[in-house]
Structures are given as structure tokens and as C-alpha cells.
């Protein structure tokens, strides 16, 4: 468990530091590229930018790790973290101490996750069959974040912003989901994994969630950007390692109001880490892109 937690803790340090160079170097590139593989294809001329993917691709592969030793239920909320590193990146960046609102917002971030594993206990767990009726929760989840971009294309820039970004947080943890199976799957035989659907879907719905996510940083600054991502990806995960691989949660009424009370801790804290002035800078220096950003 130790070294699932470390390798948790890992993974969202560099998520953190590569969503803040991603950001940086999105929030440059015009507002009509949102939502158009135009906008990939831009970025990845840009050096910042590769070593914003590369830092989060090495998150990836640290959270795949720690899927293998444990199920979503437990590793999402470990995931969570990488806001408070995209603070920590902030503040060193910027130079800037960090106030009481960062330091609330990181001890609600951190005992979220404490009180959630320690009250919920989540535990168990295997893969479906590939045609089990557990995968439609993947289509309920394909569909919320359709929906979101829907809405999204209707709004201004920031509700745009937020909503792209949780629809990416959805995909996020979609693609843990899928992560988590191709692994359990994998232990069956490299015969047993080329003959499943997952390990093909996965890249398709990983490139997704980088677009969508690329979009919400182009359109709006980290603190309004980044912290619907950080939310819905535990969420969604938590949710699809229910109910398609049948991880347990304790329920009894102890635990179960203490696995709420920390997933709201959870959410509570993105929310005040998100507004912190350091994740505004980041916007600082990139052409005054702040006063198109539109209601």
C-alpha cells in the first residue's frame, strides 16, 4: 500500500508540473484552434509544450504502475494531488509564498484523499468479460462528456474553458479505467490482451482528453482551466471502478459518511487551490490574452 500511495504521490507531481507548461504554452495559441487537431499539430512545435506531455506522459506510466498494484477507487484520489504540485510549480516559478488560501486548500486537497482510503477502504476487484453488460458504463461516461462539449460551444470562454475541462477530467478517468483493465488483462497472456477491445480504445480516448484538454487551456487561465480537470477524473474513476470491475467499498455508516465528507473535502479544496492568484500568472506575459477570455 506504501508504495502505491508513493507511486501515486509521483504520478500526480508530474501531472501537476506538466499541465502548467501545457497551459503556458496553449493559452498563446488562437482562440479559433479550440477544439481542432490544428491546435495539436501548433503545440507540438513548441519545446515548452512537449515537456509539459512528456512530464505528464511520465505521470501516466507512474499511475499505470500504481493501477497494477491497486484498483481506480484507490489511485484516483492519489491522482487528485497534481493540483497542489501545479501550485507548488506556481509559487516557485513566480517566487511567491503561499498564502492561507493555498495552504486550506492544500490540507482540504491532501486529508480528502487520507479520509476517503481510510474511511471507504477500497478494495477487490477484477475484469470483465469484454461484451459484459459492466462496460456500459463506459458509454453512459462517453456520452456525459458529449454532452459537455455540446453545452460548451454555447457558452463564453470560461464556462467554455471549465466545462472542456471536466469533459476532459471524464476522459481521464475513462482512460484510467481502461488502464486499469488492459493491466489486469495483461496477466492472462499477451494472447488474452490482443483479443480484448480496451488496449484500442485507450489511445483513441487518451487523444481525446489531450484535445479537449489543450482546448481548455487555450481558453481560459489555469485557476479556471485545470481544477474541473483535477475533479472529474477521481470521480469517474472512482465510479467506473464500481461498477465495472466490482471494487468494494466499505458502506456502513461510519464509512460511508467519511468517504463522502473526504471526497467533498476532495472537490472543496480543488476549488480553493484553482482560484489561487499563483495559477493566474500563468497567464502573465502571453499578449494580454486575458481580456479576450469573454464572460
Same mark, same amino acid.
Given at each position: 500500500?506504501i508504495?502505491t500511495?508513493?507511486l501515486?504521490l509521483?504520478s500526480?507531481?508530474l501531472?501537476?508540473?506538466?499541465?502548467?507548461?501545457?497551459?503556458?504554452? $496553449?493559452?498563446?495559441?488562437p482562440?479559433?484552434?479550440?477544439l481542432?487537431?490544428?491546435l495539436?499539430?501548433?503545440?507540438?512545435?513548441?519545446p515548452?509544450?512537449?515537456f509539459g506531455i512528456?512530464?505528464m506522459a511520465g505521470g501516466q506510466?507512474?499511475?499505470?504502475l500504481?493501477?497494477?498494484r491497486a484498483g481506480v $477507487?484507490?489511485?484516483e484520489?492519489?491522482?487528485a494531488?497534481?493540483?497542489?504540485?501545479?501550485?507548488a510549480?506556481?509559487a516557485l516559478?513566480y517566487?511567491e509564498?503561499?498564502g492561507?488560501?493555498?495552504?486550506l486548500g492544500?490540507?482540504l486537497?491532501?486529508?480528502?484523499?487520507?479520509?476517503?482510503?481510510?474511511?471507504?477502504r477500497?478494495?477487490g476487484?477484477e475484469?470483465?468479460?469484454p461484451?459484459?453488460?459492466a462496460?456500459?458504463?463506459v458509454?453512459?461516461?462517453?456520452?456525459?462528456a458529449?454532452?459537455?462539449?455540446?453545452?460548451?460551444?454555447?457558452?463564453?470562454?470560461?464556462?467554455?474553458?471549465m466545462?472542456?475541462?471536466?469533459a476532459?477530467?471524464?476522459?481521464?478517468?475513462?482512460?484510467?479505467?481502461?488502464?486499469r483493465?488492459?493491466?489486469?488483462?495483461?496477466?492472462r497472456?499477451?494472447?488474452?490482451? $490482443?483479443?480484448?477491445?480496451p488496449?484500442?480504445?485507450?489511445?483513441?480516448?487518451?487523444v481525446?482528453?489531450i484535445?479537449l484538454n489543450q482546448?481548455?487551456f487555450?481558453a481560459?487561465?489555469l485557476?479556471?482551466s485545470l481544477?474541473a480537470?483535477?475533479?472529474?477524473?477521481?470521480?469517474i474513476?472512482?465510479?467506473l471502478?464500481v461498477?465495472?470491475?466490482?471494487?468494494?467499498?466499505?458502506?456502513?455508516p461510519?464509512?460511508l459518511?467519511?468517504g463522502?465528507?473526504?471526497l467533498?473535502?476532495?472537490v472543496?479544496?480543488i476549488?480553493?487551490l484553482?482560484?489561487s492568484?499563483?495559477l493566474?500568472?500563468a497567464?502573465s506575459g502571453?499578449?494580454g490574452?486575458a481580456?479576450a477570455?469573454?464572460?
Amino acid at each position: 500500500m506504501i508504495l502505491t500511495v508513493l507511486l501515486g504521490l509521483m504520478s500526480a507531481a508530474l501531472l501537476g508540473v506538466g499541465f502548467v507548461a501545457q497551459q503556458h504554452a $496553449a493559452y498563446a495559441e488562437p482562440l479559433g484552434e479550440i477544439l481542432h487537431v490544428s491546435l495539436l499539430l501548433h503545440l507540438m512545435r513548441k519545446p515548452l509544450w512537449l515537456f509539459g506531455i512528456g512530464a505528464m506522459a511520465g505521470g501516466q506510466v507512474l499511475g499505470a504502475l500504481a493501477l497494477r498494484r491497486a484498483g481506480v $477507487a484507490q489511485v484516483e484520489p492519489l491522482l487528485a494531488t497534481n493540483l497542489i504540485f501545479a501550485l507548488a510549480v506556481a509559487a516557485l516559478v513566480y517566487q511567491e509564498r503561499l498564502g492561507r488560501g493555498e495552504w486550506l486548500g492544500a490540507v482540504l486537497v491532501s486529508g480528502g484523499v487520507a479520509v476517503f482510503l481510510a474511511s471507504a477502504r477500497p478494495h477487490g476487484g477484477e475484469v470483465p468479460h469484454p461484451l459484459s453488460m459492466a462496460w456500459i458504463s463506459v458509454m453512459a461516461v462517453l456520452v456525459v462528456a458529449t454532452g459537455m462539449v455540446l453545452v460548451a460551444l454555447r457558452t463564453g470562454l470560461k464556462t467554455r474553458a471549465m466545462l472542456l475541462a471536466a469533459a476532459a477530467g471524464t476522459l481521464y478517468g475513462l482512460q484510467d479505467a481502461l488502464t486499469r483493465g488492459s493491466l489486469l488483462t495483461l496477466e492472462r497472456g499477451a494472447h488474452a490482451l $490482443a483479443t480484448t477491445w480496451p488496449p484500442y480504445a485507450l489511445p483513441l480516448v487518451a487523444v481525446i482528453g489531450i484535445l479537449l484538454n489543450q482546448s481548455a487551456f487555450d481558453a481560459a487561465p489555469l485557476r479556471i482551466s485545470l481544477p474541473a480537470t483535477t475533479a472529474a477524473e477521481p470521480v469517474i474513476g472512482i465510479v467506473l471502478g464500481v461498477t465495472i470491475f466490482d471494487e468494494r467499498l466499505h458502506v456502513d455508516p461510519r464509512s460511508l459518511a467519511g468517504g463522502v465528507a473526504g471526497l467533498v473535502a476532495l472537490v472543496v479544496g480543488i476549488v480553493i487551490l484553482g482560484r489561487s492568484p499563483f495559477l493566474s500568472k500563468a497567464d502573465s506575459g502571453q499578449g494580454g490574452r486575458a481580456g479576450a477570455e469573454g464572460p
